[in-house]
């Protein structure tokens, strides 16, 4: 039985998800909230997502996180700081899969984000840092989303000097990706464009 309430997307990421340089309200997580203002049954948006935060801290912080939000979906957006650290994998899949266990343990359907890093670590690291994702999505039988940065990150007007994290006007850009890649499992799959016409 559903409650009346809507239900909650709880965002749990990193600087990629926190808007990092930008006002929060630029931030992609927050302008989906207004995306989704007007369709029916949309969850409501809670971006807990923390610049430089790795695996482990995301994990820290999940269980106040849950308690306070009682989700009904989490989306896990880490790794890629581990990754630009040079963490282990195994350190990586081990902090993800505990995520994933306590997201679960808290009767929240846990959606993994996949995540790449550049490819200056070597491809010996670069592809087994990528293949954590759908390996523990196969394993724990959740869903695997694409990762929105694959579509901005070779177009140098959408990316801060940097090189690593979108500018404002990437925002609206990733915003409507992550959208239509949420839409199947929030239970909105088709709204969006309904709502658009």
Do not use: C
């Amino acid at each position: 039985m559903r409650i009346a309430a809507a239900d909650t997307l709880l965002i749990l990421g990193d600087s990629l998800s926190a808007g990092y340089q930008l006002p929060i309200q630029q931030a992609w997580a927050t302008q989906l909230s207004e995306h989704w203002k007007n369709t029916p049954d949309a969850p409501r948006v809670i971006n807990a997502s923390i610049s430089g935060d790795t695996a482990a801290q995301g994990l820290a912080r999940l269980p106040e996180l849950l308690k306070t939000h009682q989700p009904r979906w989490v989306l896990i957006e880490l790794g890629a700081n581990d990754g630009l650290r040079g963490f282990p994998t195994t350190e990586i899949e081990r902090d993800l899969t505990k995520i994933i266990t306590l997201t679960k343990q808290a009767n929240a359907q846990p959606l993994l984000m996949q995540i790449r890093i550049t490819p200056n670590y070597g491809r010996r690291y670069t592809d087994a840092f990528s293949a954590i994702y759908p390996k523990l999505a196969q394993e724990n039988h959740i869903p695997l989303l694409p990762f929105f940065m694959e579509q901005i990150a070779t177009k140098p007007a959408l990316m801060q000097a940097d090189g690593l994290h979108p500018t404002a006007e990437a925002q609206p850009f990733i915003t409507d990706f992550m959208a239509q890649a949420l839409a199947p499992y929030v239970g909105l799959d088709g709204k969006n464009q309904r709502n658009k016409e």
